[in-house]
């Protein structure tokens, strides 16, 4: 299952780029599909990066784990695993990319990719397609509130 998205967000790539990056472990400040996030110091921290993970507890997912696979600062870029989904979940990756636009605008693009168990992923893929739609959407609507107007989205504050 492969999801993605793309947003345009009116700010640097430096700026987004330290929200998502830089303070990776700090997605739950801001994110309302996230209620609870932590760095996970334990990991191995790639090159240029601050973390080399984080533990996220997620309402209807539980306590994942997230892990860097590949990080380039250079390029904005970085894929993540994430441990922990439903025992239907074979792997999931998650690519995060910013690209600038000029002085104050750039793009925000992911890119998620679930391997499901045959037969029972199957049958959970349109539920699960749905809630993870909507968690990742609501995501990157909520990171270029919070990197444009540095206040939360009131969708995190409810």
């Known amino acids: 299952m492969k999801l993605s998205r793309e ?10 780029w330290k929200v998502l990056a830089h303070e990776f472990g700090s997605v739950g400040e801001w994110a309302s599909g996230v209620a609870h996030s932590v760095a996970n110091h334990a990991l191995a921290i790639p090159e240029g990066a601050t973390v080399g993970g984080r533990v996220c507890q997620v309402p209807g997912f539980g306590e994942l784990n997230e892990s860097f696979t590949a990080y380039d600062e250079q390029g904005k870029t970085y894929t993540f695993e994430a441990k922990g989904l439903p025992f239907i979940v074979r ?28 037969v029972v992923g199957l049958l959970a893929a349109v539920p699960m397609r749905v809630q993870l739609g909507t968690l990742l959407k609501n995501a990157v609507e909520e990171l270029k509130y919070y990197v444009e107007t ?7 504050l409810q």
């Open 7 to 16: 947003i345009i967000v009116n700010a640097s790539a430096d700026a987004v």
């Open 91 to 118: 792997a999931a990756h998650n690519t995060w990319r910013v690209q600038p636009l000029g002085n104050d605008k750039c793009r925000v693009s992911f890119a998620a990719e679930m391997q499901l168990m045959p």
């Open 150 to 156: 540095g206040s939360i989205h009131p969708r995190k």
